[in-house]
């Protein structure tokens, strides 16, 4: 179960070294998540209907914050224009239930395919530009989606179009089924993040934010990298936005290709800690809470996410799982490396 | 059909996106902050304008002699108090607080105006128009944005070559520290720098305020055309900012020549082309981000 991958030193009495990934706190960590998971799973048998509809945003929401971490927390690309995506995504399923009649399951798959098989063409685009002006060109190529979406009248225009598929359904089984869809494509979000981080794209992509030059000459291949995660982002959103698509039975283009998605996502990472696999979770549940008690006050409820989010910047900068894990380095996913030297009898010691 | 006057009028419709992307290159020169609240604080300006105009029954040009160098003083003192902390090897931290101060003010405007389109009027100019040769016909308000375009670019770049704050500004854009050990003070340099974009915004702003419409979340649009006209014009340079703010006017207009709907669109398809076939623009200059 726990990987460890010796290294000896030939003809040397030498101690031998053993790297461990696994910690007693990742073990329960992650143990502790899975028991979440499953308890989650049970909650629409538990709770009434509203707040299992609440939870599917929260799913939502959790889902393009984990993504948007991996491309600006990991890789150093802030994009403002995850909303081209989330778009594509809850279009493809309207296309894909309604008008070819297939399976709802299916029509989320094929919405994140569709949605990946776009970011290819426009991360060409994207990658052209860096730093600040990386985020505004992904915000131009979010509009440019949602102008051309606009131009066909079969899928609505720009007044929208209502998903037919599901409303036959009883409302009580489509929230639920709807809900479990959210939870399951979350989960898989998060473990393929977890696995990515582990793996050497995830190295790679740290260190090709930490310093292209470097990362380059060390033989990492930079734009591969980066896209490669872009466009496993541009996947998720697709999924977030086939999950707004399955639950609110509307796509309007003003509003799934609205930048306040991407106003929320960059609040819940920095609030819960860019560049963590930890802080999007909480984050989310920080922001998904603030939006139950404080979103009937429009403007000035964003007005307060913006102000919060600003002075978690200046003042909290590893947000609230970096302030947590300052002290003592806490880690829920074994992401990590632990170094430890143990002698030849067996016993081991502290490096 | 006619493309000599909507080109005509896209050139000055350029003049305008030049007014816009001038103090948001200013901002990246000298600090690489990418400002994503520019064109909100346009839209603050013009506001700024409406009470000014409301209060004191002024026309928006006496108006913009008051917003002015109060948007000059906004800029100075956001930029020493909170802009400041966000610079660093790491472009994220001054895009998130640009971000949020975006939200905050569009927001902030739907609080204390309303979500409706405003518009400020200079009277009788706000119609005018002269007849140039070839018969085509400009409004005087355009050409008049156009011509002052041209004036502040100049300006500004006269500052940049000639002046000991120019070569400040391209000292501590080449090398901060540097310019620390011979004493000056890079901050004060950011926080004039800041204050001149801030001039520039609400002088662009209110322009853009006459010429056409305005509303709380109208920035975002301006912010982009800005950005456009940077990047087609290419980085680090002014008059390829004002050609990149002509060519994105002139894109504009003449795609709206054929499809009347479609003039945003057109803008932004000819951005894409300089981007996958000029990624630097037309002044070919190579810049670190």
């Known amino acids: 179960m726990i990987p460890s991958l010796p290294l000896r030193a030939k003809g040397l009495e030498t101690p031998e070294y053993t790297v461990r990934r696994w910690t007693r706190m990742s073990i329960w960590g992650t143990s502790g998540l899975g028991v979440a998971v499953v308890v989650m799973a049970l909650l ?36 403002v224009g995850q909303q081209a995506y989330i778009g594509i995504g809850a279009y493809a399923v309207v296309v894909f239930a309604d008008t070819f009649g297939l399976n709802i399951i299916v ?25 600040g002006y990386f985020a505004i060109g992904t915000w131009v190529l979010a509009e440019v989606v949602r102008l051309i979406v606009v131009q066909f009248p079969q899928i609505g225009g720009g007044s929208g179009v209502s998903l037919a598929a599901m409303s036959d ?42 310093d292209v030059t470097a990362a380059s000459t060390s033989g990492v291949r930079v734009q591969s990298v980066r896209r490669r995660v872009f466009i496993f982002a541009a996947a998720a959103a697709g999924v977030a936005g086939a999950l707004v698509a399955i639950s609110t039975l509307r796509v309007q283009p003003d509003s799934v290709f609205s930048v306040q998605w991407s106003a929320f996502m960059i609040f819940i990472v920095v609030v819960g800690g860019v560049g963590t696999l930890e802080g999007p979770i909480i984050g989310a549940i920080i922001f998904w809470a603030l939006k139950q008690l404080l979103a009937d006050y429009g403007p000035l409820y964003l007005i307060l996410l913006g102000i919060v989010g600003i002075v978690f910047v200046l003042f909290v900068r590893g947000g609230v799982w970096g302030a947590v894990s300052r002290r003592k380095r806490l880690e829920l996913f074994p992401v990590g490396y632990r170094f430890s030297r143990s002698d030849k009898d067996g016993s081991k010691q502290a490096p | 059909m006619n493309l000599l006057e909507p080109i005509v009028q896209g050139i000055l419709l350029g003049g305008l996106y030049a007014l816009f992307a001038a103090g948001l290159s200013l901002m990246f020169g000298v600090m690489r902050i990418v400002n994503l609240a520019y064109g909100d604080f346009a839209v603050l300006a013009a506001y700024g304008s409406l009470v000014v105009i409301n209060v004191a029954a002024v026309n928006p040009l006496v108006a913009l002699v008051v917003v002015a160098p109060l948007m000059a003083v906004l800029g100075y003192v956001l930029q020493r108090t ?58 005087v308000f355009p050409l008049g944005v156009f011509v002052l375009a041209v004036i502040l670019l100049g300006i500004l770049s006269w500052i940049t070559a000639r002046t000991q704050y120019g070569r400040l500004v391209r000292a501590v854009s080449d090398d901060p520290d540097t310019v620390t050990l011979q004493g000056a003070n890079p901050k004060i340099i950011y926080g004039v720098a800041t204050a001149i974009a801030f001039g520039l915004v609400a002088i662009a702003g ?31 340079s002014l008059w390829g900012t004002l050609g990149g703010a002509v060519i994105l006017g002139v894109a504009q207009t003449v795609g709206a020549a054929f499809a009347p709907a479609q003039q945003i669109l057109a803008g932004h398809i000819v951005f894409l082309l300089f981007l996958a076939f000029l990624p630097n623009g037309l002044s070919r200059r190579k810049v670190r981000a």
Not at chain 1, 120 to 125: K, N
Not at chain 1, 193 to 204: D, E, F, Q, Y
Not at chain 2, 223 to 236: D, K, S
């Open chain 1, 44 to 79: 629409p048998f538990m709770v009434n209907l509203s707040v299992t509809y609440a939870m599917i945003d929260f799913f939502i929401l959790l889902l393009l914050a984990m993504t948007w971490n991996m491309l600006a927390g990991y890789g150093g690309m802030v994009s």
């Open chain 1, 107 to 131: 029509t989320i798959l094929l919405a994140a395919i569709v949605s990946a098989i776009l970011a290819f063409p426009i991360s060409f685009f994207a990658f052209r530009l860096v730093g």
């Open chain 1, 169 to 210: 359904l009883p409302k009580e089984l489509r929230i639920a089924f709807s809900y479990w869809i959210a939870l399951g494509a979350a989960v898989i979000v998060l473990v393929v993040c977890v696995w990515l981080v582990r793996s050497r794209i995830g190295l790679a992509l740290t260190a090709v934010r930490d």
């Open chain 2, 82 to 139: 909170v802009l400041q902390r966000t610079l660093g090897a790491s472009p994220l931290p001054s895009l998130l607080v640009t971000f949020g101060l975006s939200i905050i003010i569009q927001n902030a405007l739907l609080l204390f105006g309303s979500a409706d389109q405003q518009r400020l009027s200079l009277g009788a100019i706000d119609t005018a128009s002269v007849e140039l040769p070839f018969g085509v016909r400009v409004g």
């Open chain 2, 206 to 236: 209110v322009a853009a305020g006459i010429q056409t419409s305005f509303s709380p979340s109208s920035g975002s649009m301006l912010l982009i055309f800005a950005f456009e006209a940077v990047i087609i014009g290419g980085l680090g």
